[in-house]
T-cell receptor, first 111, second 114 residues
Framework: QKEVEQNSGPLSVPEGAIASLNCTYS??????FFWYRQYSGKSPELIMF????GDKEDGRFTAQLNKASQYVSLLIRDSQPSDSATYLC???????????FGSGTQLTVLP | GAGVSQSPRYKVAKRGQDVALRCDPI?????LFWYQQALGQGPEFLTY????????KSGLPSDRFFAERPEGSVSTLKIQRTQQEDSAVYLC????????????FGPGTRLLVL
């Protein structure tokens, strides 16, 4: 079992809709959770991080964390075609705080 | 300020050749990470430096992989006797401090071993 699991997609939503991306993790001791966006051929770009249970909002993005369920999600409101990318969930673990990534969910926002 | 830079951006190597990949982290960043990203997968951790000290190399796939950061800034990832399975994008990331976990990624080096 992978340490960080994501639905690979692809996920398609119409422009203006809410996109919901989900992630589960296996290490109960994980404390920091990150969402990165990666455009094709580009490097990962940090969107949000969350440390505490509950919701964290930043513009059109909301991250949700439930440590009891070992679940973290990302909601994108008013989705735009420019949001079309692969979204990577990452969990910080280990003594080095290295990131363990899921395989990513490919999102397509249809105009 | 300038972000993380990596060179070369693309590298084609014949099987058995040695390659060296360079990473320039954000100025002043203490922590430096190397990741390997295969096509269609998320990045996978290779190794970690805090200043010049390599504190974790548990992700290096074989003893053909070697990394260094001799002066605590620029880092080099070296792969000896490259194999086809080494073909991947090699990403470097840096963060300000070990206690500050936000990592910023460079553009990556795309390595193709023929």
């Amino acid at each position: 079992q992978k340490e960080v699991e994501q639905n690979s997609g692809p996920l398609s939503v119409p422009e203006g809709a809410i996109a919901s991306l989900n992630c589960t993790y296996s290490d109960r001791g994980s404390q920091s959770f990150f969402w990165y966006r990666q455009y094709s051929g580009k490097s990962p770009e940090l969107i949000m991080f969350i440390y505490s249970n509950g919701d964290k909002e930043d513009g059109r993005f909301t991250a949700q964390l439930n440590k009891a369920s070992q679940y973290v999600s990302l909601l994108i409101r008013d989705s735009q075609p420019s949001d079309s990318a692969t979204y990577l969930c990452a969990v910080s673990s280990g003594s080095a705080r290295q990131l363990t990534f899921g395989s990513g969910t490919q999102l397509t926002v249809l105009p | 300020g300038a972000g993380v830079s990596q060179s070369p951006r693309y590298k084609v190597a014949k099987r058995g050749q040695d390659v060296a990949l360079r990473c320039d982290p954000i100025s002043g960043h203490v922590s430096l990470f190397w990741y390997q990203q295969a096509l269609g997968q998320g990045p996978e951790f290779l190794t970690y430096f805090q200043n010049e000290a390599q504190l974790d190399k548990s992700g290096l796939p074989s003893d053909r992989f070697f990394a260094e950061r001799p002066e605590g800034s620029v880092s080099t990832l070296k792969i000896q006797r490259t194999q086809q399975e080494d073909s991947a994008v090699y990403l470097c990331a840096s963060s300000r401090d070990r206690g500050v976990e936000t990592q910023y990624f460079g553009p990556g080096t795309r390595l193709l071993v023929l």
